[in-house]
């Protein structure tokens, strides 16, 4: 992107904002699905321009007022989040509702928003933009830029919230600010979860989880260091990588099956296999009378298959596309989701996780898509306008790759693409003929931008 620059952040303010409302203090217990998530935190952010001339009373020190009013007001009903995450006599996390409340930090960026290089957030938005949670389940950063803009960036514990929390809590929270009611009510029943007696599962869950006791100890850490990159995907390529696949599979199955053949041609000679997951949210396959719609917390399940490297290269897109389709359809069940909630009730309190996150099969490479089509960019609107950019960021630790597609703020049908890969995987994606994952620069981003 011209004219982007190295720059500095600076901490103007942090205090901490609670309910506010008395929250009466109380145990949460995570349900079977949150104990299969690791101790790792996930962030996301939006970038508001500058507020119209017609707004001239609104500064940066009004924005914060009522960002902090509204949070306050939000974690009355999303309590959950005002809390912290302690271990129980059994050694497992439970979450104590005590409305701790949540760090919130105001500062500077001595950038215009034009100039953020937000294609590469390893270097515009790591350690500068995105708070980094030391406490409590959510943490908040408010930054002014010199043009006036904001950035509004949140980190929270992804044991107690998915990125489907997440994004219910996003929009309460903008409701709240603009005085309207909250339109999903979150529900925290756990019993919507509980396991069954008798419990019972397939041999799915023990292919897809391990516990993490039977894990052999981590080979010698990979030289090889994942980098994050954020870009776009025009709707005119996603519809055409969908043709490609054979005109049956969904996008994001299509989406999938391209990133699974691009992962194999950038392997290494002792890469053996390839293998791509997908997250899978099981509330629609739980669904009892909606009462699914407002769950808080985790209903996710990480299906994945696995292929032979040099198989994989002579494989088309759409056999491809067929290949996702048959692992990703085994998950989409209810009994699937049941019989995941057995699997773990009867290992409890031996922690388990994702195979895949591990990346413990040897002679292989993997990378897990999650789709983000329901990123509520375009209704997190706190009274300054919607925001021009925003997106999900994860560097989730895993010898595994992450990709995220999300919908643009430009509401064309582009895709907006946060990427957690090693670079020679990134290197072979931006080389692909002709494009499909552009540049993030300004140009696109503020291009509509009202």
Known sequence: MGGSKEYAVTMRAKERVAAVLP?????????NLDLLLPAIDVGVFFCYKKPPAKQSKTTFG??????????AQA?????????????????EPELLCNNRGVDFIEAYADVELQELRLN????????????????????????????GGLVLACTFDHRIADAYSANMFLVAWAETAASKPISLAPSFRRSLLIPRRPGSHDSSPDRLYALVSSLQPPPSPDQEAAVNRICYVAADDISRIQAAAGGR???????????????????????KVCRMGAVVDGRTRLARGGEMAGYFGNVLSIPYGTLGVEELKDMDLAETA???HGWLRQATTEEHFRGLVDWVEARRPEPAVARIYLGEEDGGVGCVVSSGRA??????????????????????GSSAGYVMPMPSARRNGDWVVYMHLLKRFLDVLEAEKPPVFRPLTADYFLADAK
């Open 23 to 31: 929250v009466q203090e109380h145990w949460l217990p995570l349900s």
């Open 62 to 71: 009004s924005m914060v007022s009522a960002l902090k009013a509204s949070l």
């Open 75 to 91: 974690l009355v009903t999303y309590y959950p989040f005002a809390g912290e995450v302690l271990t129980n006599p059994v050694d």
């Open 375 to 396: 990123f509520p960019v375009g209704e997190v609107e706190f009274g300054w306008g919607r925001a021009v950019f925003g997106s999900y960021h994860f560097p989730w």
């Open 249 to 271: 599979r969904t996008k994001f199955e299509a989406f999938t099956a391209y990133l699974w053949r691009v992962l194999a041609r950038g392997a290494r000679p002792e890469d």
């Open 322 to 324: 067929a290949a996702v």
């Open 120 to 147: 590469n957030p390893d270097e515009s938005v790591e350690r500068k933009l995105l708070p980094k949670k030391k406490e409590g389940v959510l943490c908040v950063q408010a930054t002014e830029l010199k043009c």
